[in-house]
């Protein structure tokens, strides 16, 4: 029997995958060798190929509140992590301008109001808003009255305190992060190859890649390949030929003007997007500068008109020369081809307009490890792979679609055609659906969840008409008498919490 035993820990041990090459540094390129590194520890060996010539995009970098299991994952040390990317804490997204000019919403982190028994709570808003009450929904996010004075809280663990319904993420400096991921992977066993890629090479039979040369000479063998190359997309189009699925036509904006100033002011927890002509700008705040960008469409815009729209509209001094990025909206629909899966920029773009693109990175890296392969590279592994992804871009490409359509008082050519588009239909069901009851039908894998379709429906002035009948089983006034006091309980409570520059040099000097 322990040599059976011994003989098949053998058999299953020359099955497992022992070599990892990551093609790419940056963002996407360390988070994905440090949280290999520290799930697999040293039974995995990793190399990561980069090259200090080849700029990365790296910005002002805004997060959304998934970081946290990335963060768990690696075990990363929350002080020190904000130190030396220059982060702050970010309750979330305020939008100005989308509907018409003048007006503003917020996208907060975290739920509205709290968890009653029975009906969902925006469900006893929207019966009570029927019944003539005038709260709106932002007075029942402690997230919103926080950001909107400047304010920061973390979460609480115990369910009856209002501070239990927040949520945060972070705002750092991309390239600052890169190195900071780089150092810890690199304490965990990651080796670092400084070059380009020259060549790949293939078998022959199965088509696997089976090494990288790099323009020096130095040869890169391994079992498994994770193009993180950017938007060259060195292995994942450039060897397996994976299509990219284009929806500019639904997403037009291909162009991106970005440019750091001087931080003039207190740091505010939230990111803003200001919408303009053919797009709109993010402004996005760090510790020790404010990072800025416009995004636009190159086909109603030009980019001398695009970067006199940016350098007018900063909060300081701009620190650079403007840099442009080009782009172009869309997926591969296969991701993961062979024994090649691609993370970051080369699997696909969606703009950060909701911040979402490391979290795509992390999605991805989540679901490499749930799905790890042996080295046989069971197809099956790879079509649930891509199936999990597609449905993540989906999501997230229809939410990003809301924001643009829904603009009943923009006049300008890309605002007019963005409200005449042809909708997906996934997306068009899903706004009827809450114009009609109030629901919103979301499945159980979705990133963005109910509080935060709320926010942007609203917000965008998709207004519910009906609600959940359930909620005419509530005692009307009993349900308004409640209502209120929760939103008392967020009035209250926010401005007794500390301002955001206070929190966060707390937070800084706690020593992990």
Known sequence: MVADGTSEKATRDSRR?????????????????????????????????????????????????????????????????????????????????????????????????????????????LKAQAEGLD??????????????????????????????????????????????????????????IEGRLQDVERDPETGFVTALTTQRGERLEGELFIDCSGFRALLIDGVMQSEFEDWSHWLPCDRAVAVPCERVSATTPFTRSTAHAAGWQWRIPLQHRTGNGHVFSSRFMSEDEATAILLANLDGTALAEPRTL??????????????????????????PLE????????????????LFPDRDMDPALAERYNSLLNADMDNIKDFLILHYHANPGRTEPFWVERREMALPESLLAREEQY????????????????????????GQDVLAQGYNPLADVLDS????????????????????????????????????
């Open 17 to 125: 995958v022992r070599s990892v090459v990551v093609l790419g540094g940056g963002t996407a390129g360390w988070m994905t060798a440090t949280a290999l590194a520290r799930s697999f520890g040293d039974t995995l060996d990793i190399t990561l190929l980069e090259s200090e010539e080849i700029g990365t995009v790296g910005v002002g970098e805004a997060t959304i509140p998934t970081i946290h299991w990335f963060n768990e994952l690696i075990g990363l040390d929350e002080a020190e992590f904000l130190r030396e990317t220059k982060a702050s804490f970010k309750l979330g997204i305020e939008f100005v301008n989308w509907v018409r000019p003048g007006y503003r919403y917020f996208h907060p982190f975290g739920e509205y109001g709290v968890r009653f028994p029975g009906v969902a709570f925006h469900h006893r808003w």
């Open 135 to 192: 709260l709106p929904l932002s007075a029942f996010s402690l997230a919103h009255q926080l950001a909107e004075q400047g304010r920061f809280a973390r979460p609480s663990g115990d369910a009856r305190s209002i501070l239990s319904t927040l949520g945060y993420a972070y705002h750092f400096d991309a390239s600052l992060y890169a190195k900071h991921l780089r150092g810890i992977a690199e304490k965990a066993g990651v080796t670092r």
């Open 326 to 351: 080009r782009f172009t909206a869309g997926t591969r629909r296969r991701a993961w081809i062979g024994n090649v899966v691609a993370l970051g920029l080369s699997s696909g773009f969606l703009e």
């Open 355 to 370: 911040s979402t693109s490391i979290h795509l990175i992390q999605s991805g890296i989540a679901k490499l490890l749930t």
């Open 435 to 458: 114009r009609r009851s109030g629901r919103l039908m979301l499945g159980s894998e979705e990133l963005f969840r109910e509080a935060s379709w709320l926010a942007v429906l609203n």
């Open 477 to 512: 006034a009993t349900n308004v008498a409640q209502l209120r006091q929760v939103a008392e309980v967020v009035a209250r409570a926010a401005p007794t919490l500390p301002l955001h520059d206070e929190a966060l040099a707390a937070a800084i000097g706690q020593v992990g």
